[in-house]
């Protein structure tokens, strides 16, 4: 996984916010290393008079996929970096993390198959234990 990162003119950080966005993106990340190619964190100010001027956009490239980009306003560069980083964290966890985790489970298509396969289906009845019959249940 690659990660680029880039600011214009008014922001100051240099290559120490660089190497901090990199490892902690690095970090983060990880998990999804296998499905990112690369990661674009763009770091600018909006030059307005308000004081959430401060703006981060950052565009992970999935393999074979379209690009998902997340955007975040802030008062200081750490914030907006940070807000950005933990949406694209969320938004990269429902996309890739649920595709192979059915609930918490394997889904039905990673199941081993029966032992007895004619035995799929099969209503046994089974005896209480006073002796009489209990409710039937499918094996």
Same mark, same amino acid.
């Given at each position: 996984?690659?990660?680029?990162?880039?600011?214009?003119?008014?922001?100051?950080?240099?290559?120490? @916010?660089?190497?901090?966005?990199?490892?902690?993106?690095?970090?983060? *990340?990880?998990?999804?290393?296998?499905? *990112?190619?690369?990661?674009?964190?763009? @770091?600018?100010?909006?030059?307005?008079?308000?004081?959430?001027?401060?703006?981060?956009?950052?565009?992970?490239?999935?393999?074979?996929?379209?690009?998902?980009?997340?955007?975040?306003?802030?008062?200081?560069?750490?914030?907006?970096?940070?807000?950005?980083?933990?949406? *694209?964290?969320?938004? @990269?966890?429902?996309?890739?993390?649920?595709?192979?985790?059915?609930?918490?489970?394997?889904?039905?298509?990673?199941?081993?198959?029966?032992?007895?396969?004619?035995?799929?289906?099969?209503?046994?009845?089974?005896?209480?234990?006073?002796?009489?019959?209990?409710?039937?249940?499918?094996?």
């Amino acid at each position: 996984m690659q990660i680029q990162v880039n600011t214009d003119h008014n922001i100051h950080g240099g290559e120490g @916010l660089a190497t901090y966005v990199t490892t902690d993106l690095e970090s983060s *990340l990880s998990r999804f290393s296998g499905w *990112l190619t690369r990661v674009e964190v763009h @770091l600018s100010e909006d030059g307005g008079s308000k004081p959430e001027d401060k703006k981060c956009v950052i565009e992970a490239r999935p393999g074979g996929k379209q690009p998902v980009a997340v955007t975040h306003h802030a008062t200081t560069v750490d914030d907006a970096y940070a807000g950005a980083a933990h949406k *694209l964290g969320r938004v @990269l966890d429902s996309r890739y993390s649920r595709a192979h985790d059915h609930k918490g489970s394997d889904s039905i298509r990673h199941m081993p198959p029966p032992e007895d396969p004619e035995q799929v289906g099969v209503i046994e009845t089974s005896l209480d234990a006073e002796g009489g019959d209990a409710e039937p249940r499918a094996i």
